[in-house]
């Protein structure tokens, strides 16, 4: 399977949409338990520092200046906490992968969190075997217990389906991210079936895309970014979608609070 190049598109346009909602659905989960269960099929990194000139600038770029009066919204909240600075250093701005916001937002609530992730780049696999040897040693000295992540390096399709197959019917809320990097023509293919599969098995699926590339079923409740609604550049992609996939008891609430979320959001940058 090709490798794929996660540091080049952090922070960027895409990443803001999908991460927003991310943060959004498990919030919404944690709403009504005290445990997570977290899986991602392509996770990169730990996290990112944005240096210019890069992608981001024209996504989490052009809200930067604005992230103290978004901290109303968990993802902003993050970001502000991990970036107590208004201005970057040197070395940029800190950006956290997918996991590691979960991570970040589970802590904050005082959620217990176990998390399993895929990636097949090894500089990922590397990056991922550090943070989490790190993230061990902080918990012994601390004597607390961290979130629980177990890193895979392997494709993240075939991995998971065992995985959910094994995990049907989840004791606490559990939320999948499939976030493929669309360099191979099966990518979207095997995610629809594993998003269908781990819906089934009762996770609530969040599956990224980008709207120029395809346009996914109207059955799974597409959520669309269209960039220039929240004065984003993303470059030759026009916007950005996430197609929700929930148990039939969540499927309505959970959409309609994002949706809701969402509309917030637009509304506040189109003040500033």
Same mark, same amino acid.
Not at 201 to 223: E, H, I, N
């Given at each position: ?75 902003? $909240?993050? @970001?502000? +906490? ?6 970057? /250093?040197?070395? *940029? %701005? #800190? ?48 004597? $607390?217990? @961290?979130? +629980? ?6 494709? /993240?399709?075939? *991995? %998971? #389906? ?50 120029? @590339? ?59």
């Amino acid at each position: 399977m090709p490798l794929y190049d996660h540091a080049i598109h952090a922070g960027n346009a895409g990443d803001l949409w999908k991460h927003f909602l991310l943060n959004e659905a498990a919030d919404w989960l944690l709403q009504g338990s005290s445990s997570l269960i977290y899986a991602e099929s392509h996770c990169g990194y730990p996290h990112y520092l944005l240096r210019a000139p890069g992608e981001w600038q024209g996504g989490i770029g052009r809200i930067w200046p604005h992230l103290p009066r978004l901290k109303v919204f968990p993802y902003f $909240e993050i @970001l502000s +906490e991990l970036n107590p600075s208004p201005h970057p /250093g040197l070395d *940029g %701005l #800190l950006y956290p992968g997918s996991t590691r916001q979960i991570c970040e937002l589970a802590t904050s609530r005082s959620a217990n969190l176990k998390a399993e992730i895929w990636d097949n780049h090894p500089d990922v696999a590397a990056s991922w075997q550090d943070y989490l040897s790190m993230h061990s040693s902080i918990s012994r000295r601390l004597a $607390e217990r @961290l979130p +629980e992540i177990r890193f895979y390096c392997s494709d /993240g399709f075939s *991995g %998971l #389906l065992s995985h959910i197959n094994r995990n049907a019917s989840p004791p606490h809320p559990a939320l999948l991210l499939i976030d493929p990097p669309y360099i191979d023509s099966k990518d979207a293919i095997l995610s629809e079936m594993l998003l269908q599969n781990a819906r089934e098995k009762g996770w609530t699926v969040l599956w990224w895309y980008m709207t120029d @590339l395809m346009t996914a079923p109207s059955s799974m409740d597409p959520l669309i970014l269209d960039f220039s609604w929240a004065d984003l550049d993303g470059g030759r992609w026009s916007g950005a979608g996430v197609a929700l996939a929930a148990p039939e008891d969540s499927q309505f609430s959970l959409r309609d609070h994002l949706r809701q979320r969402g509309h917030e959001l637009i509304r506040m940058l189109k003040w500033y």
